[in-house]
């Protein structure tokens, strides 16, 4: 297997414009998670899905935020509009509930710049 | 004051020491103490896992819980240059698959 795909690996943008960061977990698992990680606040979940379905947004920062995950095979983040302090590297990990350790496994991360 | 606290660093010890990392947490609910190891600009991957209390040992690594201290360490013994990395500790409660993490320390093995 491949492992988790993110793309794009970065992205620079200007604020204002609307950003989407895409994720293909692994063939499988049954868990995807969305994080963000900046030097000050570290790795921060996002939200996460159980089988497609969205299990908690809590960590979605504000409304400018939103994420799908219309099949087993992919999810996306968006940001809109997007803002300079969004930055930070973006991580897609995911995991199977079969496996009984709770492993997340992480794809490369997509590295964001908001100018 | 965060459920999961970890020094962030950054670290510095030459090759060869042994190395000691640690988090604090305040959840008495966690149940699954992991460490991640995430080199620079990768993702982070499993380095060990640990399921309540006690010592988990592999190879150079060694992981330690002390739930009623709410304390869990990472040991790596005979440090390598390799071994320069961010290391971040994880958290779950028993059938939750969410994660807390640590910020991470940044460690350098310096040759």
């Known amino acids: 297997d491949a492992g988790v795909i993110q793309s794009p690996r970065h992205e620079v943008t200007e604020m204002g414009q609307e950003v989407t960061l895409r994720c293909k977990p692994i063939s499988g698992h049954d868990y995807l998670f969305w994080y963000r990680q900046t030097m000050m606040r570290g790795l921060e979940l996002l939200i996460y899905f159980n089988n497609n379905v969205p299990i908690d947004d809590s960590g979605m920062p504000e409304d400018r935020f939103s994420a799908k995950m219309p099949n087993a095979s992919f999810s996306t983040l968006k940001i809109q509009p997007s803002e300079p302090r969004d930055s930070a590297v973006y991580f897609c990990?995911?995991?199977?509930?079969?496996?009984?350790?709770?492993?997340?496994?992480f794809g490369p991360g997509t590295r964001l710049t908001v100018l | 004051q965060k459920e999961v606290e970890q020094d962030p660093g950054p670290l510095s010890v030459p090759e060869g020491a042994i190395v000691s990392l640690n988090c604090t947490y305040s959840?008495?609910?966690?149940?699954?103490f992991m460490w991640y190891r995430q080199y620079s600009r990768k993702g982070p991957e499993l380095l060990m896992y640990t399921y309540s209390s006690g010592n988990k040992e592999d190879g150079r690594f060694t992981a330690q819980v002390d739930k009623s201290s709410k304390y869990i360490s990472l040991f790596i013994r005979d440090s390598q240059p390799s071994d320069s990395a961010t290391y971040l500790c994880?958290?779950?409660?028993?059938?939750?698959?969410?994660?807390?993490f640590g910020t991470g320390t940044r460690l350098t093995i310096i040759p």
């Open positions: 990990a995911s995991s199977s509930q079969g496996i009984g350790s709770n492993e997340q496994f």
């Open positions: 994880a958290m779950s409660n028993f059938g939750n698959e969410k994660l807390t």
């Open positions: 959840n008495s609910a966690f149940q699954y």
